[in-house]
């Protein structure tokens, strides 16, 4: 049976993520308990597979990567064989932030991070479109960031 997190657990998890560096000590702070209870229920929870790693988010302008496109892939053929070489080959691809296999007029939604346009076109001409069976790529620049978040509402 999967882990229900109770409502303590829900205020753990949406502290850690504001703020993945926060100790036992400080949440247990936060929430009225000691110290010991807070780290068992963290340790559950990790445990139980809801917090799947403590990571650091990093500004993606100042490290040059200013251009965010979105990029809708359609394949030629669709045999087991031909999508898990498209997204092994994906996986592998360092300017690929996510990647989503999809229902609709495409079958898959790549998020792609890189420095500018004549970057993208390189990424796109020399790694995505030299892949085999790709059919089409549509490509939407992302403008501005209207909103951005990695944090789940818990409810």
């Known amino acids: 049976m999967p882990y229900r997190p109770d409502a303590t657990d829900k205020r753990i998890l949406k502290l850690l993520q504001a703020n993945g560096r926060l100790s036992a000590k400080e949440i247990a702070d936060k929430i009225g308990l000691t110290v010991t209870p807070t780290y068992e229920r963290i340790r559950k929870i990790e445990q139980s597979g809801i917090i799947r790693s403590v990571v650091a988010l990093l ?24 999508l898990q070489q498209f997204e092994k080959a ?26 500018d346009m004549n970057a993208y076109q390189k990424f796109l001409t020399q790694k995505l479109a030299a892949l085999d069976h790709i059919a089409q790529v549509h490509s939407n620049f992302v403008m501005t960031d209207v909103k951005y978040t990695t944090a789940y509402e818990i409810a």
């Open 59 to 82: 500004d993606r302008e100042q490290l040059d990567l200013k251009t965010v496109v979105y990029c809708n892939v359609s394949l030629q053929v669709h045999a087991l064989r031909v």
């Open 90 to 115: 994906v996986r592998k691809m360092e300017e690929v932030m996510e990647c989503y296999h999809i229902t609709g007029n495409f079958d898959y939604l790549l998020k792609v991070a890189v420095p």
